[in-house]
Structure formats: structure tokens, C-alpha cells
Nanobody, 117 residues
Framework: QVQLVESGGGLVQAGGSLRLSCAASGRTFSSYVMGWFRRAPGKEREFVAAITWSGASTYGSDSMKGRFTISRDNAKNTVYLQMNSLKPEDTAVYYC??????????WGQGTQVTVSS
């Protein structure tokens, strides 16, 4: 069973960058698809990005694909989300997630990202 702990959130000005990290416990990390989601105030949870064990990635939107990069280090049991050119609308709680089936069933506690204008 995988447990997830996010870090790296914070306050940044528009146009700035942040890198989120998600440390996973468990011996089967490499078998999980890892992902990032976010929830902005008053909005539904939104898919940001996902990455397979081999590094194949998908993104929730073209805007995210152009500004965000998801990566993973299987040796360190860690997945990252590099976020560049941040916008105020990127403000949200960002959650790390994992799945070994089609269902996202492992979640971290979330880390707050606030982008000031």
C-alpha cells in the first residue's frame, strides 16, 4: 500500500515557478501511475498531470502541458511537478495521487499553492 506526502507548495508571484514533490512509501512505487490534481476554492477537483512508471506523461490541458512538467524518480519513490509561468488561476490545493487500477485510490494530504497577481 502506498502512502503519499506532498511538499513544495507556497506563495509565489505571477510568472514565478514552484516545484512540488510527492514522496511515496511502499515497495511497489514503480508499479503505480502517479498523478497530480488540484482543487481551487469553490471549484471541483481538476486533473493536472499523470505519469506512468516508464515516464509517459499526460496533462489536463494544453495550458498545463506548456507550463507544467511531471516527472518521477523511481529510485527515490518520488514524483515531481515543476510549475513555471504560474498564474493567479493556478492557485489551489495540489494533491498527489496514485493508482494501480483505473481508479485513483491513493491520495496525499495536499499542499497549498498561492499565486499572487
Amino acid at each position: 500500500q502506498v502512502q503519499l506526502v506532498e511538499s513544495g507548495g507556497g506563495l509565489v508571484q505571477a510568472g514565478g515557478s514552484l516545484r512540488l514533490s510527492c514522496a511515496a512509501s511502499g515497495r511497489t512505487f514503480s508499479s503505480y501511475v502517479m498523478g497530480w490534481f488540484r482543487r481551487a476554492p469553490g471549484k471541483e477537483r481538476e486533473f493536472v498531470a499523470a505519469i506512468t512508471w516508464s515516464g509517459a506523461s499526460t496533462y489536463g490541458s494544453d495550458s498545463m502541458k506548456g507550463r507544467f512538467t511531471i516527472s518521477r524518480d523511481n529510485a527515490k519513490n518520488t514524483v515531481y511537478l515543476q510549475m513555471n509561468s504560474l498564474k493567479p488561476e493556478d492557485t489551489a490545493v495540489y494533491y498527489c495521487a496514485a493508482r494501480s487500477t483505473p481508479v485513483w485510490d491513493r491520495w496525499g494530504q495536499g499542499t497549498q499553492v498561492t499565486v499572487s497577481s
